[in-house]
RNA sequence: GCAUCCAUAGCUCAGCUGGAUAGAGCAACGGUUUUCUAAACCGUAGGUCAUAGGUUCGAAUCCUAUUGGGUGUACCA
């Protein structure tokens, strides 16, 4: 929050340390200054919080701050007038230091930009199950996971974006089993099924039927449990599991077959969503590793084996429990092949930090793996960091794929484009666009809504979804956002304006509205590293909105900037807008949202 | 039970490494278009920041307890 003012308003910082030393003879280190932005009904844009001063002052708050702030009149050139209320002193600066910040450093094409850091990361999101199509938890996942890879690129990080795919397992071969019984040899040509949803049907199917012969064993005396365990189709799949792991040609071709209809149709659902990646890992393929690191555990005493030759961590010094991280008939574990994963991955790319973005349920999970790897003495380990994200609700509470309640992504999809269109249409300002730039418009407009849907809110909040309302498209959200964006552009073109740098020979007296705009934009890339460093779009979202809304006032307050008389006014104000709409460009690109040049 | 996260306006959310009178949007009500795009702008109304203590000059923010809710606590992934 504070972050911008000790870059942009540090040499009043400074300042104000010398004033101290001379006022009250202490050396007082920086940090002990809490600076902030000038609350709006007072007159100035800093504030310098005095209380922390008053015991080296001695005396009362107000004293203090009117001591320090004579001082500061005085001796720094930028502070023009100060005022106190309480013990807060603010501070008014000089429109020709905004006005030469904003000259210098927010006309630069390159705002907003950071150099290379020197530090690799990698984003390990989306991570799908290939036995059913996508949902809004997902989205919220890709969107998340691409959006933080944005940012940590912005801020000036290699990204290296991967997605650890689940293609094996007894829910695979669930869907499978149910389309050898009951498909009749559909395929998504045959059917016109896009590819995951073919697959995601036949694994209700099998969650049908596997629960018909539940019932008739329970029917028949067994319990609950014991029909679970005995039904010939768990058994079926179970057997369907064993094949495939021995290399049976006819379960691998149709494991093959069905999960490249998956493929087809996620890859389809990536595209809209607007997410990609630069490496796939696949489970089939790191199933087994894992075992390496157990060994390593062993010879180095951090786990140890019981009886029955299970292999088990003790966690208990850590407040954590004992986890098991080898079964007794020596096959693989959950954990024992992330913890075989994450070497792997530290293999391919040395990256300083690893991201793995994946849901709160696995929060426990997540730390016993940390925590493990750390003892194993992995240097690399404490460069892990697990970004956990809160569940998408209903209003009727949970999303449950078995019973139906799942927002599928491609509907989603289909209904934001959908109402987006339906909105433009109603508000009659594109007729003129050609079809092709319309329906990019509606695509652009709707997943715009959606993206920022879900961004603006912490990741680590529950998000609540209500399928009977649309998402708003008025105040805070993406299309208003796009909306400023394409105002902006318009009156751009319309001035005929190229942004240049303007040596300005006198200077205006700025606006409210223009000065706080100054300010706001000049903290676009302390914003940018906070998200960063935070992990959090939503900071950077609402920030963006900040941007936009502050325009609209400017541009409702000033007259028409078009038919401004002074060139030089006119000039500044349309390179004003011009950061703007760059800043918002930028910001929105960061979220992985479009903006569009007209709408 | 234990662990962990959450609780701010009718609704959805900001604000949280302590700072001034807690902010937006939606919904409600009223106003703004012969002026650069009204998906906009301006205004009115709406709060015991879950509750109770504590620390502090100062607490929505930090600590403790309580209440309510989510999630986890498998030789599933």
Redesign the pocket.
Known sequence: ???WLFLAMNFIISEAVKGIKQLYNEDVAEGLL?I?D??K??EGQV?I?V??IVRFSKKSPEQTGNDLGAYLLENVKEVTAFNV????L?LSIDHEYWLNLFNTKLLSPHYGTFPSNGRKVMVEYSSP?TNKPLHLGHVRNNLLGYSVAELLKASGSEVFKVNLV?DR??HICKSMLAWQNWGNGETPASSGLKGDHLVGKYYVIFDKEYKKEIDALKADGQTEEEAKKNAPLIKAAQAMLLAWETGDTAVIDLWKMMNGWVYDGFEVTYKNLGVDFDKYYY?SNT?LLGKDSVEEGLAKGVFFK?P?G?VWIDLTED?L?QK?VL???GT???IT?DLGTAQMKYDDFNMDESIYVVG??????FKVLFLILDKLGKSWAKGLYHLSY??VDLPSG?MKSREGTVVDADDLIAEMVAT?KE??EA?G??DHFSEEEKST?YYN?GMGALKYFLL???P?????FDPSESI??????G??IQ??H??I???LT??GHTVGIQGFDRHFALTETELDMIILLDKFPAEITAAAAAFSP??LA?YV?EVA?LF??F?????????EEDAQLQHYRLNLSWVTAHVIKSGMRILGIEVPE??
Request: charged share 30%; no cysteine; glycine share 6%.
């Open positions: 929050m504070l972050i809490n902030q000038t609350r009904e007072f504030t919080v209380f922390p209320v309480k013990g807060f603010n199950n689940n397992g007894i489970e199933y019981k029955d299970s407040g429990d098991l079964r007794a008939d693989s574990v959950y092949q709160n349920e696995q929060d426990y999970h809160g569940m949970k987006a909105k433009t508000l300002k594109v418009l407009i603006k809110v912490e680590k909040k529950r998000l609540l708003d498209f008025q105040g805070n959200t299309p208003f909306y400023t394409a105002r552009k318009s009156l319309k001035a939503a900071t609402n909105y809304k609209n006032k541009y409702h307050e000033v007259p028409p900037i078009i038919k007209r709408m």
